[in-house]
């Protein structure tokens, strides 16, 4: 995925976008708002942000100020925002952590639901299951066969303890009953790279970063964990279809603010979004980057969020995942 060169804070407003504004009942939003990443900026999720929030900025007919606050896997920033006034002027746009990190941090210093009004889940990203060109099975079920014969012996990589990829990797382990090491590493990048060179045989990653090593017949493409296969490549089969029904390996991503804000306020923002991101110069800048438009209403946010922390509690809890 390309990575911009991005300053730490970025205006967005007069966008260019030929988008017609929602109507706006008076008041909100009547000043610039400050929209927090919690992650650095050039990586997936601010990458994902910066289109989708430009359009919203003209829509809204003011400018939304982006501030990266990375630190302590998304907490740092994620505090800020549950601790911020709920008046609709400091957001946050943030990822899976969301509903990980209170299960992997019990002192994370906020409550994903509780300090949380969700707005609207925008864009998103499944997951892929790759291998190593070299690795002993070519397809979904013969890895299955092999790992089962062969506890322990294979090894997969991840960006992190307590990342996307691996607690959703250990979620596939537990429902298919294998052991398979996991190495963590200090970033997705270094974690692919060992997985091309063979030092390990697996990982969770996406198209849009993996695609080329696909091409060039570094790596396997095994399975896609999303609801439905992808219309990029119809030929990969999903795990759900493979055996798992209602698996899911999704990375996705949206805006939330602090609990309290006013249910228009909440609303006018989400519906901003939601037109965004139908929108065909933001629909175009996220599929060329790999990512999937959604646009969804609060309900539906809240209720993702709401089925993803007792899963991933549980998943952290029978893996005995520790924070570093």
């Known amino acids: 995925m390309r990575q911009p060169t991005i300053t730490r804070r970025t205006l967005l407003g007069g966008a260019g976008l030929a988008l017609a504004r929602p109507a706006l009942a008076a008041g909100y939003p009547d000043r610039p708002i400050r929209l927090i990443i919690p992650f650095p900026p050039g990586g997936t999720v601010d990458v994902t942000a910066r289109p989708i ?47 990980i990190n209170p299960g992997l941090m019990p002192n994370a210093g906020f409550d994903p639901q509780k300090d949380f009004a969700p707005i609207s889940l925008c864009a998103q990203i499944p997951e892929i299951l790759v291998c190593h060109k070299d690795a002993p099975f070519r397809t979904f079920q013969e890895f299955v066969t092999y790992a089962r014969a062969h506890p322990r012996e294979l090894t997969y990589s991840s960006a992190g303890i307590g990342s996307h990829p691996h607690v959703t990797m250990e979620l596939l382990l537990h429902r298919l009953g294998l052991e398979v090491l996991h190495v963590p590493y200090r ?64 990375l996705w991503m949206g805006y939330l603010a602090p609990s309290g804000t006013p249910t228009d306020t909440v609303e ?57």
């Open 187 to 250: 970033g997705a990048a270094p974690a692919f790279t060992d997985l091309v060179a063979g030092r390990v045989q697996l990982k969770l990653d996406s198209y849009a970063t993996s695609a080329s090593q696909i091409e060039a017949g570094a790596i396997r493409v095994l399975a896609i964990a999303s609801p439905q296969r992808s219309p990029a490549k119809p030929d990969v089969p999903t795990i759900a279809e493979l055996g798992l029904p209602g698996f899911e390996g999704i």
């Open 268 to 324: 006018r923002f989400a519906k901003a979004a939601q037109e965004a991101v139908k929108s065909s110069a933001v629909e175009r800048a996220l599929v060329q980057q790999g990512v999937e438009p959604v646009g969804s209403t609060p309900g539906a946010f809240a209720a993702r969020i709401a089925q993803e922390i007792p899963q991933w509690r549980e998943v952290i809890r029978d893996a005995n995942i520790r924070p570093e």
């Open 53 to 99: 929030t430009a359009a919203v900025s003209e829509m809204l007919g003011q400018p939304i100020v982006i501030d990266n606050q990375p630190g302590a896997g998304g907490n740092v920033g994620t505090q800020r925002v549950a601790r911020s006034p709920a008046d609709g002027y400091t957001l946050l746009f943030t990822a899976p952590n969301h509903t």
